[in-house]
């Protein structure tokens, strides 16, 4: 089955640096990659997702970007807020399930 | 517009005790649904998943088990709750028919004591 490795566990950037979050992937069939912002105590929010046909995907502030020959992906933060603070999911669907990392903390420090 | 409902928010449970947690999703017909756990700081547990009314698949072998008694309704349940079933259960649902994007319902904190 699939398997997703995502770096790093932690991350603490200052309000204004920017954030990377990097996930690999181990299925080549995989062709779906959605990144998930949660905030404590809450569900998982879709925050920007990416088709294995597209290479990059910019949304205001975050991007995500997606190497299908070295099958990972990174989702790209810039301009930190302080309410960027929260867990990061990334995830990569094979057949019909979703398969997540383990999650990044980001902390934005005033 | 497609909204997903979960009951209760909340639930504190003696370990032995039954176990169930509904979930219910509005203005959509035939959704593949999933049932996720979240121990506290981890990473999301894929629970079950159906494509369809009766049609279940288990991905972690357990004390827990599901149902799907209608289109738009998902069940979990458990005989005999045991400490390390706490956690935070997501419901979850895809558009049928080719769609990616996945919700999540709001969850159901589960203490058990």
């Known amino acids: 089955g699939e398997n997703v490795e995502q770096h790093p566990s932690t991350l603490s950037v200052q309000e204004g640096d920017s954030a990377v979050i990097k996930c690999t992937y181990s299925?080549?069939?995989?062709?779906?990659f959605p990144w998930y912002k949660q905030e404590l105590g809450k569900r998982p929010q879709l925050i920007i997702d990416i088709r294995s046909n597209v290479g990059e995907k910019k949304d205001q502030r975050i991007a995500v970007t997606l190497n299908k020959t070295a099958k990972h992906f990174s989702l790209h933060i810039t301009e930190t807020q302080p309410e960027d603070s929260a867990v990061y999911f990334c995830a990569a669907r094979g057949y019909s399930t979703l398969t997540f990392g383990k999650g990044t903390m980001l902390l934005v420090s005033p | 517009s497609q909204t997903i409902h979960q009951w209760p928010a909340t639930l504190v449970q003696p370990v032995g005790s039954p176990l169930s947690l509904e979930c219910t999703v509005e203005?959509?017909?035939?959704?593949?649904l999933y049932w996720y756990r979240q121990a506290a700081g981890r990473g999301l547990q894929l629970l079950f998943y159906?494509?369809?009314?009766?049609?279940i698949s288990s991905e972690v072998p357990q004390n827990l088990s599901a149902s799907r008694p209608q289109d738009r309704q998902f069940i979990l349940s458990s005989k005999k709750l045991l400490l390390s079933d706490s956690g935070f259960y997501l419901c979850?649902?895809?558009?049928?028919?080719?769609?990616?994007?996945?919700?999540f319902g709001p969850g159901t904190r589960l203490t058990v004591l």
């Open positions: 979850a649902w895809i558009v049928a028919g080719g769609g990616d994007t996945q919700y």
């Open positions: 203005g959509t017909s035939n959704p593949n």
């Open positions: 159906s494509v369809g009314i009766g049609q």
């Open positions: 299925d080549s069939a995989s062709n779906y």
